[in-house]
């Protein structure tokens, strides 16, 4: 099956940095890649996605990397604000199920 | 957007007893539901995955007999937690996907079960 690796673990950011999020799965079958924020006892919010045939995707102070042969996908988050912080869920999907990373609790500090 | 309800969104209950959560596609019909366990600071772990009118597949490790899970129609799935145990204490969350956009799930608000 599906195994998809995250680093950070955890990260901690001065506020107006810049904060990169790794992830890399193994199966080459997967073609979906959304981002997930969940903040404490809250369901997880879709902040980004991107699909294989893809390399690149921005909104506005976010935006998602994707690397197909190398199977790696990164999140990048610009000008940080304390409403960041969150923990942050990368996920690979194919064939209609997702595997979620373990997670990267993103904080930034004022 | 799509909407996803969930109910209750906490329930403590003694052990032993059975109880049941449900999950509901508001706006959209739902082909796919999922059903995730959420442990404190840890990631989502797919528990299983329905499909209308189907029976459920569960993921290795999770018993069926213990977690009953329905999907009687395109808007709503239900997971019951039967002869439950302090062990199985946890934040159930349940997903829907629908045919568009691709693969896209729709997370509910997620149920915080306590057992005694």
């Known amino acids: 099956g599906e195994n998809v690796e995250q680093h950070p673990s955890t990260l901690s950011v001065q506020e107006g940095d810049s904060a990169v999020i790794k992830c890399t799965y193994s199966?080459?079958?997967?073609?979906?890649f959304p981002w997930y924020k969940q903040e404490l006892g809250k369901r997880p919010q879709l902040i980004i996605d991107?699909?294989?045939?893809?390399g690149e995707k921005k909104d506005q102070r976010i935006a998602v990397t994707l690397n197909k042969t190398a199977k790696h996908f990164s999140l990048h988050i610009t000008e940080t604000q304390p409403e960041d912080s969150a923990v942050y869920f990368c996920?690979?999907?194919?064939?209609?199920?997702?595997?979620f990373g373990d997670g990267t609790t993103l904080t930034v500090k004022p | 957007g799509a909407v996803v309800s969930q109910h209750p969104s906490w329930v403590i209950c003694k052990s032993g007893t059975s109880v049941k959560i449900e999950c509901r596609s508001l706006d959209f019909q739902a082909t796919t539901m999922f059903w995730y366990r959420q442990f404190p600071k840890q990631s989502l772990m797919l528990m299983a995955t329905s499909n209308e009118g189907s029976k459920a597949t569960y993921e290795q490790g999770v018993e069926k007999d213990k977690f009953l899970i329905n999907h009687a129609s395109l808007t709503l799935s239900t997971l019951t937690v039967t002869s439950a145990h302090p062990e199985d204490s946890s934040f159930y969350i349940c997903?829907?996907?629908?045919?568009?956009?691709?693969?896209?799930?729709?997370f509910g608000p997620g149920t915080r079960l306590t057992v005694l």
């Open positions: 996920a690979a999907s194919g064939t209609g199920k997702s595997t």
């Open positions: 199966d080459s079958a997967s073609n979906y």
């Open positions: 991107i699909r294989s045939n893809v």
């Open positions: 997903s829907a996907m629908g045919d568009l956009p691709a693969d896209e799930q729709f």
